[in-house]
């Protein structure tokens, strides 16, 4: 069955460093999402990506974010300087129909020290 | 604004017992679609249902069933029989259509449910 897979599964950084989590989305699909979960907390939109831009982004997404879709295949979230706030499990997810439901990687966790 | 609200932080149940899982949303659109998403101690979002706001049917799918109702903007679930594997936290989402036109998806605050032995 086909998934969306995330890497790294898990990553500790030192504050201020830039990361860059990596997702290849199910190949057929065309919507690209990040979402964050804060430890125990609710799953927060990010972003939302379609035809190579972002479609909508949340007040979270401030300018240390980034995302890109680099080959047609990968859909990488930038953090540029990184805040100890930062830390938590990143979702990527895709979708193939726009209203469609979605799919989620297993998620990266980042851990800012 | 777009909201959704999952007023049962947590339940305890004893195996065997039935639970519902309560969710209430806001929108202000026609159109928009419902989902109930898993998490278990793993992590990982599992995606259970989906629904549009033009099919009110309820659905049941082996142990689970859902109870949407437009009139009181609800979207219950119910598990039937609970087990233990069915710990996990559960979340209910809410999309509709943004101003790019692209769906953006909310998620509630989840439910944690404890299923005991």
């Known amino acids: 069955e086909p998934e969306v897979t995330q890497t790294p599964s898990h990553q500790v950084t030192q504050m201020g460093q830039e990361v860059i989590l990596r997702c290849v989305p199910i190949?057929?699909?065309?919507?690209f999402y990040w979402y964050r979960q804060i430890l125990g907390q609710k799953v927060e939109f990010l972003v939302s990506f379609y035809n190579n831009e972002i479609s909508e982004k949340s007040e979270i997404f401030d300018d240390q974010f980034s995302v890109e879709r680099p080959d047609g295949s990968n859909f990488t979230l930038k953090i540029r300087s990184t805040k100890l706030e930062d830390s938590a499990m990143y979702f990527c997810?895709?979708?193939?129909?726009?209203?469609?439901?979605?799919?989620f990687g297993e998620g990266s966790r980042l851990t800012v020290l | 604004a777009q909201k959704v609200t999952q007023a049962q932080t947590e339940i305890s149940v004893v195996e065997k017992e039935d639970v519902t899982l309560d969710c209430v949303y806001e929108?202000?659109?026609?159109?928009?679609?419902l989902f109930w998403y898993k998490q278990p101690p793993s992590g990982e979002l599992v995606f259970l249902i989906r629904r549009n706001s033009f099919d009110e049917q309820n659905e049941i799918s082996g142990r689970y069933s859902w109870n949407f109702q437009k009139s009181t903007s609800s979207f219950n679930f119910t598990i039937t029989a609970s087990q233990v594997v069915d710990s996990a936290v559960y979340f209910c989402?809410?999309?509709?259509?943004?101003?790019?036109?692209?769906?953006?998806?909310?998620f509630g605050t989840g439910t944690r449910l404890k299923v005991l032995a």
């Open positions: 190949s057929n699909h065309l919507y």
């Open positions: 929108t202000r659109d026609t159109t928009y679609y």
């Open positions: 989402a809410l999309s509709e259509a943004g101003a790019s036109g692209t769906y953006k998806y909310i």
């Open positions: 997810a895709s979708k193939g129909l726009s209203t469609g439901e979605l799919f």
